[in-house]
């Protein structure tokens, strides 16, 4: 994405808003960051940044910084399609996991990653000191560190439901880094105006719940689900309604007798485009759900209540407000009274 286009997006981004951000003053170096307990000191704006996980390149690129950008990993989804220009521009190391060689291997200047499995004390891939120790300034998405991490669980758990505001001050943090203050403003604005259009749009539902199925290696195995308080339970408490699973963890698992009694009203399919798995994609997961003698059972299956959302969406990050936005849509074509 060339400057212009940058410019054009941010300031399609300003326009309709009732409330311009003021312009933001240049960011000052060195700049001290304090992020998930660590201090961290940028001497000047970086040239040569890695992107680990989605959600950290997607918010560099949404600030126009693909000429800065030396490589991205961990794509779990397709780029956002406004995206893909700027995103052609920057080295694709793996869609999943890259080595900490690979990583290396481009003398980044800044790494920033987006889970603790990236970047985190227990991550096979790579530690914050692994960086900092070849003077490699090193950023972990606030949402991440914001989990507790329990023992055989590298996703943690969460006591309290995620909110949007850890993901304004990540975007906040970035745009610091970088020295574009003014465009990281204009893209929490805009976040802010479509988050409160969806909390405006639906009515607080006590009977609506949300299962959201991110993936399954099989229909015999445990699925992989969207945690009470996660991402997913976000979603679910904006347009209105509740996750139907009541767990701490971001990322539990069930087998289908747990979640024929979980028995939610709405089922969420999510599309996942790595293919490490069959149950991936949306329309193999809705294929299982309507041929299982047992599990067609169910309400939400029989009723024809199953909505389709990016799998990326359940993931702590900016594709969380567009999940919400894709389920909304196709929610409002459903009726509930059935």
């Known amino acids: 994405m060339d400057m212009q286009k940058t410019l054009g997006i941010i300031g399609s981004m300003i326009i309709g808003l009732t409330a311009v951000p003021t312009l933001a003053a240049s960011t000052s170096y060195p700049l001290t960051i304090e992020n998930c307990g660590a201090t961290v000191v940028f001497e000047k704006a970086p040239e040569h940044a890695v992107a680990l996980g989605q959600n950290s390149a997607e918010i560099m690129l949404l600030l126009g910084l693909e000429d800065r950008m030396a490589a991205t990993a961990f794509w779990p989804n397709e780029v956002l399609p406004e995206l893909a220009e700027a995103n052609a521009k920057v080295k694709l190391l793996s869609v999943e996991f890259p080595t900490l060689e690979s990583v290396l291997e481009q003398q980044p200047d800044f790494v ?10 227990d991550s096979k891939l790579a530690k914050r000191d692994d960086f900092e120790s070849l003077g490699i300034p090193a950023y972990l998405s606030p949402s991440a560190c914001s989990t507790t991490l329990d023992t055989g669980d590298a996703y943690g758990s969460r006591d309290q439901l995620w909110n949007m505001d850890l993901l304004y001050k990540e975007i906040d943090d970035l745009a610091r880094i970088f020295d574009v ?14 988050e409160q259009a969806l909390r405006d749009r639906f009515s607080k539902n006590e009977d609506l719940t949300f299962l959201f199925w991110f993936s399954s290696p099989s229909p015999a195995d445990d699925a992989y689900l969207g945690g009470g308080n996660g991402p997913s339970g976000f979603i679910a408490d904006l347009l209105g309604g509740r ?23 709405i089922i969420v399919a999510a599309q996942v485009d790595r293919n490490r798995w069959d149950l991936d994609t949306a329309e193999h997961k809705i294929e299982f759900l309507e041929s299982d003698p047992t599990v067609s059972q169910m309400d939400a299956v029989s009723k024809g209540r199953i909505v389709v959302m990016n799998g990326a969406a359940m993931n ?14 196709q929610l409002e074509a459903i009726d509930l009274s059935k």
Do not use: H, V
């Not at 920033?112 to 004390?121: D, K, Q, R, Y």
């Not at 203050?181 to 479509?194: H, N, P, S, T």
């Not at 699973?245 to 698992?253: H, N, R, S």
């Open 112 to 121: 920033a990653a987006m889970l603790p499995i990236l970047m985190g004390p």
């Open 181 to 194: 203050e003014d465009r990281g403003q204009a893209l929490i604005a805009d976040f802010k105006a479509r």
């Open 243 to 265: 996750n139907a699973l009541d767990t701490k963890a971001e990322w539990p698992t069930s087998n289908w007798e747990g979640i024929m009694a979980a028995d939610p009203t």
């Open 316 to 329: 702590p990050s900016i594709r969380t407000l567009y999940g919400a936005e894709e389920i909304a849509r």
